[in-house]
């Protein structure tokens, strides 16, 4: 029997989560943890594919993101690939302007079965580079999100969070496996 890596591990005890989802309007995503309620403003949309280089779950119930994925959106990943075919392998010449273009995406998924399919997507990629095998790509269709506010016991502690929390969040509405290669070719 094949032993599990811990990422394929930590992302299966991710799933089904007891914290309740997001709420989403029009403006903004208000999500509760067991710490704090944090208010985000929708900035834009977004639809794209990326090639994936890592990620992991948070299971944490005082995060307000539910998982992180480092991705090469498909935009950034063709250019490279016109040059160096073999640009998603650390030997590739081409490596270097991949790892310069990935992205953290810290994500407030906006159901459970998205958080699920981010973590098959996770899971894929694991297996995929255990395996020898292709990288893997998702296609994500959400919303770009800042961080408006945050509250902890009716006290707005917004101005108390440290700087690395003023970034992009995103909110992701559906999460699609793709065959990489299709992807890469614009297909």
Known sequence: ??????????????????????????SEVQVSTSKMDVTLDRKQSFDDTYMIFGGMPTNRDDMFTKITVVGLSMDDARPIYSRYPDFHT??????????????QMDIVPASDEVLEQLNETLAAHEESLRSGGDR?????????????????????????????????YFLVQSAKIVDAKSALDGR
């Open 136 to 168: 893997v790509c998702v296609k994500l269709d959400g919303d770009v999100l800042q961080l408006a506010s945050a509250t902890a016991a009716d006290q707005d502690i917004t101005g108390q969070l440290p700087p690395q929390l003023m970034h992009d």
């Open 1 to 26: 029997m094949r032993s599990l890596s811990p990422i394929v591990l930590a992302l299966a005890a991710g799933c089904g989560s007891s914290s309740p989802g997001p709420t989403v309007t029009a």
């Open 90 to 103: 650390c030997k590739s010449a081409g490596a270097s302007l991949a790892q310069q273009a990935t992205k």
